[in-house]
């Protein structure tokens, strides 16, 4: 077979005759490489050599573009199902797949262009099931079997005459029986009408070489029918009929997938409820003229109107208006944010207040929230670790229970004789059911990531967020984590008579106009907030490492910078802070005054710190500021253990120690110079809203600048990872009761059934009760807090 395989990393022909040399080693292995085109073209003996072949180019300094492809599946009933789809897609080559028996999808990995969409449709096919590929740009919708009321209700209809046929007999009532003709005609329709859909679905899988709950079923209500047509056609009067077995437990088990659909829809309406937020028209400048037209005809750089009450239908840039947006569907806060020209704005998100004229960056499925629904989509469709044992349970179960249910039917015919012995095998094939086993982890995954969604606290996958849920140690970068991570003026000093505070800021911020440093961001920004007009400067000049100098408009010359190169003072000069670094504003080689600036520690911090300690996580601070500085944070957070004076490469290392020593570690940071500790960590958080978040670079990305979301995100994780374990015990529990029960005897088939029905339903109910979840909220800074941000007594 011939495939072509993507290949990155090549600079020169050089890679390419390297690739081909290496590929020319594999037994029945031929090669071209084209470095146009970055691909290989390889031929192969079978497909069994191409995961030869792409760990060859990896070993080789190379590696193989990745593509992904997610299909909707068709025909599951239960996590054999699930497991039986997974081991066949699996076995193509060089393919990674994972399926999701909650969500009813397929994650398949695999180098771009091995495997078409076709063939892994046509390996699922196989299967005895049925898949459509999902598009990148389609719709995410929640997953929902189509059943419909009438799917349960008509087979109870017909089974209620079966029904009272078997309380009538229980309470002795012989005048009410139904005639044994009539309970054959009806439990006929149901199992031949009704019950064709087990059938049908237990051939397929079997055809496939696998076996499923449908198998079970099918197998134990027809046992049950057949042995009870045999006695009403051979006229043995003697002899009990069970045909409400067959009939009570088919309708039961069509009532349990109806209810185990709605409440999977449920689970994951997440991904529906936030495409909703998006408005469906918008109104847009065209041709000098405002025209409302379907959001998905909008292209960026059109100019959108968004009125008071309005939802904002794409990412874009305000150039006119001011207005107050709910941001709450982005961030999880409710507190409107005041809006400007300059500012940035999110589809979905609600005008509260005024009128915006928005030019568009972001449109359709290039938004913010197109990108936040694709990645709540792929982590609900994920795996968490703890889900492997029931994996791997789910993989043996039907063909255990099928023993089982023959060393019952066997041990009790010997014992018992032969009615006994059908109706306990047949309770045991019907009590058997790995749907709640299948069923816990997803659904609990299902609703805990999308809750995080509607709060702001994305997660990237499952395994993230099980993983969060046993964090013992977080560490933190100081600038821009624990503090806003941008100086601000702090206090402003006179030390010449005749000057004043207000007109020292002034001169101040009109020469820092033309200067890039940090440091005259923020005095420009504490102008604007003192509304404070901005002189012409002439003669504007820089010297590097000192300050700047110009003339104001009276021809007075200053300068403003470091104090030492400004000028001197009689004056006594006000003591400096460890956190604070101090500006001065000079005229002929006098001191006249300087200002303070710091970079503030956000007003959440403490209440997190000690939010996260009293989870029983050990807060760290690491940061490459200085020692002193980093000790006044710590000290005004309430953190204890501190590392400061850290290059990144010490960070990194840090990491790793304390994950060698059996702790479990996440890392808090901006994700770029704090890279090499947060991919060594075994979570990292990333902290920021808006369209410069790079979700995809964290194991959970924070869509808010605050701590607290960080303790919220944990709490979450941990109450998921509860709700896992109590449906894992639960599935594990009842099958460890129940079939022992029905093994000995001590199980009607119709209780059987009932049991096994709403087992499943029960799971996603627990899962359910996450979307009442509630996350610990931040309180109102401390006054000590305030008073250390904002003090300028010195």
Excluded at 545 to 562: A, C, E, F, H, Y
Excluded at 722 to 740: C, D, E, S, V, W
Excluded at 741 to 749: D, E, S
Aim: charged letters at 15%.
């Amino acid at each position: 077979m011939d495939v072509s395989l993507p290949i990155s990393g090549m600079t020169c022909a050089a890679c390419a005759g390297r690739i081909e040399k290496v590929l020319g080693r594999l037994d029945g292995v031929s090669a071209e490489v084209n470095l146009a085109t970055e691909t290989a073209r390889v031929s192969v003996a079978d497909g069994q050599t191409v995961p030869a072949v792409i760990a060859a180019i990896r070993k080789a300094g190379y590696d193989i573009k990745p593509a992904r492809t997610q299909l909707m599946l068709e025909g599951m009933t239960c996590a054999a199902c699930a497991a039986r789809i997974e081991k066949v897609l699996n076995r193509l080559p060089g393919v990674t797949a994972t399926v999701n028996f909650a969500t009813e999808t397929a994650l398949i990995e695999q180098p771009a262009g091995l495997n078409a969409t076709d063939v892994l449709i046509q390996a699922v096919r196989k299967a005895g099931y049925d898949a459509h590929e999902i598009k990148p740009d389609a719709a995410q919708t929640a997953p929902h079997q189509g059943a419909t009321v009438w799917q349960w209700l008509a087979p109870t209809l017909l089974t209620a005459p079966l029904l009272w046929e078997m309380l009538a007999m229980t309470a002795g009532w012989h005048a009410l029986m139904v005639p044994r003709g009539w309970q054959m005609l009806l439990a006929t329709l149901v199992q031949a009408g009704f019950g064709w859909r087990f059938y049908r679905s237990a051939w397929h899988t079997v055809k496939g070489g696998g076996a499923n709950m449908d198998v079970l079923v099918a197998l134990g209500t027809t046992v049950a029918w057949l042995f009870s047509s045999v006695v009403v056609v051979q006229g043995h009067a003697d002899l009990p009929v069970y045909f409400e077995a067959s009939a009570v437990v088919i309708t039961l088990v069509c009532l349990g997938k109806w209810l185990e659909a709605r409440a999977k829809h449920k689970a994951s309406q997440a991904m529906g409820e936030l495409m909703q937020l998006q408005p469906r028209d918008a109104r847009v400048e065209r041709g000098g003229m405002v025209l409302e037209v379907p959001v998905d005809q909008l292209e960026a750089g059109e100019i959108v109107i968004v009125r008071h009450g309005d939802a904002i239908p794409v990412d874009g840039e305000v150039i006119s208006g001011q207005a107050e947006v709910d941001e709450s569907m982005l961030t999880g806060e409710s507190i409107p944010v005041p809006k400007s020209a300059g500012a940035q704005v999110f589809a979905a998100t609600r005008n509260h207040d005024g009128m915006l004229r928005i030019r568009a960056t972001g449109v359709g499925q290039q938004t913010q929230l197109a990108e936040i629904v694709r990645l709540v989509a792929a982590a609900q469709g994920s795996k968490a670790p703890i889900q492997r044992l029931a994996d791997q349970i789910a993989a043996v179960f039907v063909p255990v229970v099928l023993l089982m249910a023959l060393g019952t039917f066997l041990l009790t015919w010997w014992l018992a004789g032969f009615t006994p012995a059908m109706l306990n095998a047949v309770a045991v094939l019907v009590i058997a059911c790995p749907c709640a086993l299948g069923l816990a982890t997803p659904s609990a995954v299902m609703v805990g990531v999308g809750r995080g969604a509607h709060l702001g606290l994305l997660f990237r996958n499952a395994a993230a967020l099980e993983h969060a849920a046993h964090l013992d140690t977080l560490v933190l970068d100081k600038t821009g984590t624990l503090t806003e991570g941008k100086p601000g003026v702090r206090a402003v000093r006179v030390l010449a008579a005749g000057m004043n505070e207000t007109t020292l800021l002034q001169w101040a911020a009109s020469l820092e106009a033309g200067s890039e440093h940090p440091l005259a961001r923020a005095l420009l920004d504490e102008a604007v907030q003192r509304k404070l007009p901005l002189l012409d400067i002439t003669g504007f000049a820089v010297t590097a490492g000192q300050g700047v100098t110009g003339t104001l408009p009276d021809g007075t010359t200053l300068r403003v910078g470091r104090m030492d190169w400004v000028g001197e003072s009689d004056a006594t000069l006000p003591p400096v802070r460890q956190d604070e670094t101090m500006v001065g504003i000079g005229r002929d080689q006098q001191l006249l005054g300087v200002i303070a600036l710091a970079d503030t520690v956000r007003p959440t911090s403490r209440a997190a710190v000690a939010a996260l300690q009293a989870q029983g996580i050990d807060v760290i601070m690491l940061t490459g500021d200085n020692q002193s500085t980093a000790q006044w944070v710590a000290q005004v957070t309430g953190i204890k253990t501190v590392h400061a004076g850290v290059l990144p490469a010490g960070k990194a290392e840090l990491i790793r120690s304390l994950g060698a020593s059996g702790k479990h570690v996440a890392m808090v940071g901006d994700g770029v110079n704090d890279a090499p500790a947060l991919a060594l960590a075994e979570v990292s958080f990333a902290m920021g809203a808006g369209s410069n978040v790079a979700i995809e670079a964290a194991d959970v990305t924070l869509m808010r600048n605050d701590l607290m979301a960080v303790a919220q995100a944990v709490a979450l994780a941990r109450a998921t990872l509860r709700k896992i374990r109590q449906n894992l015990f639960f599935a594990f529990i009842y099958n460890t009761l129940g079939i022992p029960l029905a093994m000995f005897g001590l199980l009607n088939p119709a209780i059987a059934g009932a049991a096994m029905a709403l087992s499943s339903v029960s799971v996603v109910t627990n899962a359910l009760m996450l979307r009442r979840w509630q996350p610990p909220r931040s309180s109102q800074p401390s006054r000590n807090l305030d008073h250390a941000n904002r003090n300028t007594q010195h």
